[in-house]
Every structure is written in C-alpha cells, then in structure tokens.
C-alpha cells in the first residue's frame, strides 16, 4: 500500500511541475500511436530512409534500337533524378535538422561536413577515361564555437555552459540494514541499534536560455525502523519535498548567449540548403560542358571520317591512274600512307568519342553503368549548338551587381560571419566571473504508529529505585504524527515544517589567462574570416571581368576560325583542280588536305571554347539554373515532372565543318 501511495505522490508532483516546465523546446515527433509508443518513442532508436540506387526510368524511355537518344534539357534531368553527388548533397540539410534538433537540447553541437564535387572532366585524348573521371572537390566544413567532433565524440570548445533545455526525470531507489554497536544506551536505550529503511527519491530538473536551473523532487524514506525502545514512533514515514531555483547572473546569464547554439544551427541549416544548391550548380555544369564536350567531339570525328573518305577515294583514283601508266607508284605509296594515317586519326577520335559517353552515363545514373542495356548503348546527341550573330552586351558592374545578388557562396560567407560573431557572444561571456544565487523551498513531513517497544521507567517516585518497562498508549505521543504514508502526504503540502534558505557564489579566476586567449582566438579567426569574405568579393569580380573577356575572345577565334576554315576550302578545291589538269603534284594535294582538316577541326574546337566560355560565364554571375530552366524544388525531390524529348525518327547529322561541301 504504501509503494503505491508513493507512485501516487510521484504523478502529483510531476503534474505540479508542468506548467513550470513548459519553456522546453518543442521538436514535432511521430503521429500518436498509443499511450505506451508516446512514452517509450523518445528512447527507441529512430532508422534513417535508405538510398535508393535505382536509376529513374527516363533512361530506358530514352533508349530506342540500342541507341539513347539524349538531348541537354534531358541530360540535366537525368542529373537531378540519379547524379549521386546531388543525393548525397541532398542529405546534409537533414544532418543539419538534426543538428538543430540537438541544439534545441542545449547539447553540443556537431560539426557537419558539406563538400562540393564538380564532377568528372571530359576525356582526353590518349588518356583513359578512368584517369579523367575524378572529379575536383572543395570541402565547407560548418564550424562553431560551442562543440565539435573528435572521432564522432563531442568535445567542448569554448564559451560559457549551456544549459540542459531537456527535462530530465531522475528516479532512486535502495533497501539498507543496518546494525550499529554503541557505547551506550543513554539515547536509544539500547546497545545495539538495528535500523531498517527503503529510500525512494523522485525529481524532475531542467535549466532555461536565462541560465535558470530548476529542480523539483520527492526524499521519501519508508518503513523506517529501529529497535530503540526511546523512539515515540516506530516505524515512521518521513522525507521532504524540496523546490529549488539556481539562476546565473553573470557568467552563463542571458537568452542571447544560451541560445547561440540554436541560432547557429538554424544558420547552419540554411547554410546547407546553400551548399545543395550549390551543388546541383556544379552538377549542372558539369553535365552541360560533358554534353557539349561529346557533340563537339562527334564532330570531330565526323570531319576526321570524311577526311577518310577524301583520303580513301584519293587513293583509288590514284591506282586507277596508275593502272594506265598515268602515274608513277610512289604517288600510290604516298596516297595509301595519307590513307592510314586518317584512318589511325579516326579510331582515336572514336576511342575519345566512347570515353566520353561512359563519362556522361556515369555521371547520369546510380547504376546504370552495372546495366547492360544502357552500358552498351550509344548515346546520340539531339542538340547541336549553334553560335549566336552576336553576344547580349551589359555593363560589367551590372554584371557584378547580379553576380553578388545570385551568387550562393556569398550568401554562405556572410553565415559564417554572422555565425563568428554568435560564437563570440559565448567567449566574450566566459570572461565574467561566475555569479550566481539560488533559493530553497522544502517542506518535512513524519508520520508513523506508535513504538511498541517498552522502554525503562522508575518506580517508587523519585528515591525509588527500581526499573519497570511500560509500553506507549496513543495518548502518551503526539497524536499529530500518528498516521500513514497520506498523513506524511498531506503535512507536506501543508507545509507544516518548512525550511527556507537563499545565498549567493562567487567563482573569481584570478588571472584568467586561458577565456582571455579564448576571446582573441575567436576574435582573430573573425578577422581571417572577414579578409576571405573580401578575397571572395575580389574574386568574383575578377572573375566576371575574365569571363567577359573570355567570351569575347573566344567569339573572335570562332569567326576567325570559320573564315579560315571556309578559305581553306576553297584553296583545296583549286589544289585538286590542278592536280586533276596535271598542274600539281600529290604531295601539294595532300599538304592541302591536311591544313584543310586542321582548319576545320580548329573551328569546331573554336565552337567548343566558345559554348565554354558561355558555360563559364553563367558560372561566374551564378544564372546557371535559370539559364538551363533548372527547377530547384525538383532537384530537392529528385523527381523532374517534364516529359522527355521527342525522339527524332532518323538521328541527326551534326553540323561538322565540312557538311556543306
């Protein structure tokens, strides 16, 4: 009866305790799934979704005749759907809610690791494309003053304590016996005092953003039982409920510095959606330049393939004069060794063709790489770029201004800045001493039966000399204490034996040498970080100002390109008109054709630098997503509801230098 008096007693004091605890961080929790899940939840370890490395089926929808007919608009889709540095990207906010969940606790905070990968770059040429597809990554670690990692432990940096904003119940319980000898039985009227007790304690305690700490707890000791004939009571329930209040007032003192760790979260968890789209910037970019990449080297491979031909028809057009005696045998050596050589040009453009595809196929599936169907199918660019008449022009301190305006990292600089100026909130607080004053409110309560025990009395008045031993009657005690476990209950909360105390502590480092280093540390590194923020700034113009100017000198090399190109043309038109007329010798035919060739792979590379120039220059002012009509919010799901591309009938043939002659 009496345990299920003291759980009773429990309830109520956690039920008077709620609305003094009603500050805590709420965090929204799953949908309620009865009494017993609502108290066990917070303990159960919660699983975090798996990954899914299936590819989407856009792939396969774009496969026709084994053969994947891919246009820009559908590559970057692709990427938003199974790129798996886009879904790794897509964790780190999630790490960051969770950060911002333990801040909410007034726990350490964790550092997270948000890194930018650009991608793999395009193939080379005599290089295998495993040594190209590594892409160059750049790591933004989140940093904060309050806690760290160190070796997935938290480790407290610096800055004053925060408080514990979870309430934590703390429940005790213990049996004990024991028997004590004594000198004499002047006081318990016995030489041998055997006590027996259970010892229960209940509480409840949780600190406050204002550096209040608050507790509240239950000190029961039941059955408490001695073999002492002098006691009135035995046994007796007794204990104390105690009410106490702690508050900083200087080291540790004030919401602003309690709640850094939260305000820090918060901009570490904008911070990360930042960094994501950062990183769907970077992806997108690098599957525009490795798109456009592999149409410029189709191209090439296209003007090489003709040269072949051009090569191949010189060649039996040459045997067919040499079978006439119209030509000697050494011009049929040269044409064949010309032949050869276009030929061996050929197989290299189509090896850098194929590495390219994989390239692109494995920065557009999870695993599509581990499908047959997609590893062996070919892929077939639908668009072709072609050069605009003539470049939008806009001042570059316009171009400036938008760059500073859209630009992510920017916005990330400041974060951090600001986030520099929190953590220094929490050292330039550790400098004050610690002052702090509390209160105690409790409140005793007792109650038990009768002693049974007799105990030794005199007989024959005050010279009488003999001992007699009577037992207690109820009216021989105060009748005040008789009772059970309620009666002890209701003295409490009566408050009939109060006690009060209140104070003060003073903790003054004398030198405080270490806060100080603390203070200038913090402060130094805010001065690092202003000095990059402005590097960044410098940059990004710079940046810009190069990008205009590589734009324009690409656009010149292209047109130069083209007429070059075009001119050649008609150099080798006149060259083998001469040499038809015997006016001009094979090898002249052949040099021509040679510099006709460079001419004409100069200006598909020239159209290349030109498409990665615009590239970079949408880069640079941070207008990639809206340049590519990107939607962000798409790219967060990983579901891209447009229909793909229509898939031409007959495959496109590519704009290559030579495809109008």
């Known amino acids: 009866m ?57 792939i396969e929808r774009l496969i026709r005749a084994g053969h994947i007919y891919l246009s820009l608009r559908d590559a970057i889709a692709l990427a938003l759907e199974n790129n798996l540095d886009i879904e790794t990207a897509r964790l780190t906010p999630k790490l960051q809610q969770s950060n911002l969940r333990r801040a909410s606790a007034g726990a350490l905070l964790r550092n997270v690791s948000s890194s930018i990968t650009n991608g793999p770059s395009s193939a080379s040429l005599g290089v295998l494309a495993g040594a190209n597809s590594l892409g160059t990554t750049s790591t933004a670690s989140s940093t904060n ?34 028997t004590s000898p004594l000198t004499s039985t002047f006081t318990t009227g016995t030489n041998f005092l055997v006590t027996s007790y259970n010892n229960e304690n209940y509480g409840i305690q949780q600190g406050f953003l204002t550096g209040t700490n608050v507790t509240l707890y239950l000190s029961n000791t039941l059955a408490y039982k001695q073999n002492s004939p002098n006691s009135d009571f035995n046994p007796v ?8 209040i702690t508050q900083n007032l200087l080291n540790g003192f004030g919401v602003k510095v309690n709640n850094r760790a939260i305000r820090i979260a918060k901009n570490q968890l904008h911070l990360s959606d930042l960094s994501f789209k950062q990183q769907v910037i970077a992806t997108v970019n690098n599957v525009v330049g490795l798109y456009w990449d ?53 197989l290299t453009q189509e090896t850098q063709v194929l590495q390219q595809e994989m390239i692109l196929k494995s920065v557009l599936t999870r695993a599509g790489l581990n499908n047959p169907a997609v590893t062996g199918a070919r892929i077939i660019p639908t668009d072709h770029f072609d050069v605009p008449p003539r470049d939008a022009i806009q001042p570059t301190q316009d171009m400036v201004a938008e760059a500073f305006q859209k630009r992510p990292e920017i916005e990330q600089s400041q974060i951090s800045l600001e986030d520099s100026r929190i953590n220094m909130l929490g050292t330039k607080n550790n400098l004050l001493p610690s002052l702090s004053v509390f209160a105690n409110l409790s409140n005793n309560g007792l109650a038990g039966s009768v002693n049974t025990l007799p105990y030794a009395v005199t007989v024959g008045g005050p010279n009488g000399n003999t001992v007699g031993y009577k037992v207690r009657a109820p009216a021989d005690v105060n009748a005040f204490f008789l009772g059970g476990y309620g009666t002890f209950m209701a003295q409490l909360f009566r408050r009939n034996f109060p006690n009060y105390a209140a104070g003060f502590q003073l903790n003054i480092p004398i030198r405080n040498r270490a806060n100080q280093a603390d203070l200038v540390t913090d402060q130094l590194n805010y001065r690092q970080a202003q000095i990059q923020d402005k590097q960044l700034l410098n940059s990004i113009k710079l940046n810009v100002i190069n990008a205009q100017i590589a734009l324009s000198q ?11 190109r075009r001119l050649q043309e008609q150099v080798l038109a006149g060259e083998r008109r001469k040499y038809e007329l015997g006016t001009s010798s094979l090898l002249n035919v052949i040099q021509v054709q040679r510099d006709t060739t460079t001419r004409e792979l100069t200006e598909v590379d020239q159209r290349s630098q030109y498409i990665k120039s615009r590239v970079a220059l949408d880069n640079v002012l941070g207008t990639t997503l809206e340049t590519q009509n990107v939607d962000l919010g798409e790219a967060v799901n990983g579901i891209v509801t447009r229909e793909p591309d229509m898939i031409p009938a007959v495959p496109p043939v590519a704009r290559a230098g030579r495809q109008n002659r």
């Open 554 to 564: 690409s656009r010149a090399a292209y047109e130069t390109a083209v007429e070059a």
């Open 294 to 346: 592999l149409v410029s080297f189709n191209d090439s491979l296209k003007v090489k393939q003709q040269t072949l031909e051009l090569n191949r028809q010189l060649y039996v057009d040459n045997k067919r004069r040499a079978e006439l005696g119209a030509l000697a045998e050494i011009d049929i050596i040269q044409a064949e060794a010309e032949m050869k050589s276009s030929q061996q040009d050929v």
């Open 237 to 244: 329930d007794q204990g104390s409920l105690n009410f106490s």
């Open 2 to 58: 009496s345990r299920f008096k003291s759980i009773l007693s429990v309830i109520l004091c956690f039920t008077m305790a709620v609305p003094l605890f009603g500050q805590t961080p709420e965090i929204t929790g799953s949908p309620n799934r009865g009494f017993f899940y609502g108290l066990t939840k917070n303990y159960q370890p919660t699983t975090a979704a798996g990954i899914n490395f299936e590819d989407s089926q856009r």
């Open 145 to 178: 003053g309050t806690g760290g990692v160190l070796s997935g432990l938290s480790v407290q940096l610096a800055g004053s304590a925060i408080p514990n904003l979870d309430p934590t119940v703390f429940v005790s319980a213990q049996f004990q016996h024991q």
